[in-house]
């Protein structure tokens, strides 16, 4: 049968259910795809081998004295290294933090492991999830599979690379400022932020207590919603984790976009000067597309994304701060240079900024609120161009991005590729949607990846 690479997870678990292949056949082929091309692409910071083949043979001897066992059982999924995995390093690209090593699982990789999934190592990230690629840090930085030459974006970055190489189907991601939408639309995958709240954090080692997202980056739509469907839910160890009822997220997918309103914001971002003719052609064509298959788009009204971006920097700034200011000042030199940069831009941050920047806050999540009351989701930009050339980046990069707005607000979003651009890099589009309607923006989501024609795309080595 075909390699894992090219089999999606429903596909795998059926024919795990039929018996045309097992979990030890699928891991095995993962990792000798990992150790075959990851020497170029670095998307692994500790790769697990024999901790996944032994899950693994377990996940079948499980197989055999049950057929009733969740889709995502024996299937091999990969970590961004701020997860806390037991007995594997939680590294964060750091020096700081080499020799930590966890004795219990964060929860949703809890959850991963309840509904059977096999851990296959953590990820590449940014250091603490703010730096950037650097050469003072453990590991080399991920590059991009669809052309070395090109970073992957952040700080997932591990995270978009694993799905792009082929390496797994699904990786978690953490997102403060789009470090799930930006590598999931450079690296042509799917990049899934829940509503904040919707997935534990707990475990995770924070960016910004009020800004942070746990959720997937997948090779489909499809794959996204599993995953969500098994990390959703409440947690009583994470003081912000919510009680909103978990949706079902799966059986909606297919429902198309007939009659569904699509907000289009006008002038969010379509007169930023980093916004390429490239990128802004594809997206008019995923619009056309959508309003073809039967969904009325709207203009609606959305404050500039310098607002966004504004309130958003100073919240990130001063909570990052406080969570590093013990360190910064006992261990500064274990920091890599770029990111103690990064971190001492909140020690500026004065409590009335803070307090100001909720409060901005608060006023934009109401003018998003007010738009989503007009159509079901909104349409809009996650990054302006297709991946920049890798770049050790020694000072701030104004990135083409439009990420900060839904991180600031907590409102779900998802990343979906909607084609290649005429170098052969991925472009996507951004899909928002209600607080805790991931289901409406997953459905819309898997419209546009089958309007487009993305789910026919090879990865980039052809398979």
């Not at 030890?24 to 990992?34: H, Q």
């Not at 639309?185 to 960016?207: D, E, I, N, Q």
């Not at 910064?328 to 770029?338: H, T």
Request: proline share 7%.
């Amino acid at each position: 049968m075909r390699g894992s690479p090219e089999l999606s997870i429903r596909q795998m678990a059926s024919a795990l259910r039929a018996g045309k292949t097992t979990s030890e056949m699928l891991t095995r082929a993962a990792l000798g795809r990992i150790r075959a091309m990851d020497i170029d692409i670095h998307a692994f910071t500790n790769l697990d081998a024999s901790g996944a083949m032994e899950a693994a043979r377990s996940a079948d001897m499980a197989r055999a004295e049950s057929a009733d066992l969740p889709l995502l059982h024996g299937i091999a999924v990969a970590i961004k290294d701020v997860y806390d995995v037991a007995g594997l390093p939680t590294t964060c690209q750091s020096w700081l933090s080499l020799d930590y090593v966890p004795e219990e699982d964060s929860t949703p990789v809890r959850r991963l492991r309840d509904a059977g999934a096999i851990i296959l190592g953590k990820l590449a990230t940014h250091e603490f999830a703010i730096g950037a690629p650097s050469p003072d840090l453990p590991f080399p930085a991920a590059r991009n599979p669809w052309d070395l030459a090109h970073i992957p974006g952040g700080s997932s970055s591990g995270s978009g690379a694993a799905i792009a190489a082929g390496f797994t189907r699904l990786a978690l991601g953490t997102c403060t400022g789009g470090s799930i939408l930006i590598p999931a639309a450079w690296c042509g995958a799917v990049g899934l932020k829940p509503t904040y709240g919707r997935v534990s954090k707990h475990g995770v080692f924070p960016l910004a207590w009020t800004l942070d997202h746990c959720g997937p980056l997948s090779r489909s739509v499809e794959d996204a919603a599993i995953a969500l469907q098994v990390l959703a839910g409440h947690d009583p160890l994470d003081p912000a984790s919510s009680t909103e009822p978990v949706d079902d997220y799966c059986t909606g997918l297919e429902q198309g976009v007939k009659g569904l309103t699509i907000g289009v914001p006008q002038d969010h971002f379509q007169s930023s000067p980093q916004a390429s003719p490239t990128f802004l052609s594809a997206f008019d064509r995923t619009a056309a597309l959508l309003a073809e298959a039967g969904a009325r788009p709207i203009h609606v009204s959305l404050p500039h994304s310098q607002q966004f971006l504004a309130a958003g920097r100073v919240i990130l700034s001063a909570e990052m701060f406080t969570i590093h200011a013990q360190d910064l000042r006992s261990r500064p030199l274990d920091y890599g240079e770029l990111t103690a940069a990064r971190l001492l831009l909140g020690a500026t941050v004065s409590s009335e900024d803070y307090l100001n920047a909720l409060r901005v806050r608060r006023m934009l999540a109401a003018r998003v609120d007010a738009a989503l009351d007009r159509c079901d989701v909104l349409l809009t930009a996650i990054t302006l161009d297709t991946a920049p050339r890798f770049d050790p980046m020694p000072h701030f990069r104004h990135w083409p991005v439009q990420t900060h707005a839904f991180n600031v607000t907590g409102h779900p979003a998802i990343s979906v590729p909607v084609g290649l651009s005429p170098q052969g890099l991925p472009l996507a589009v951004q899909v928002v949607g209600r607080y805790f309607d991931e289901a409406r923006i997953l459905q819309v989501a898997r419209a546009i990846e089958r309007l487009t024609g993305w789910e026919n795309q090879l990865l980039p080595d052809g398979t």
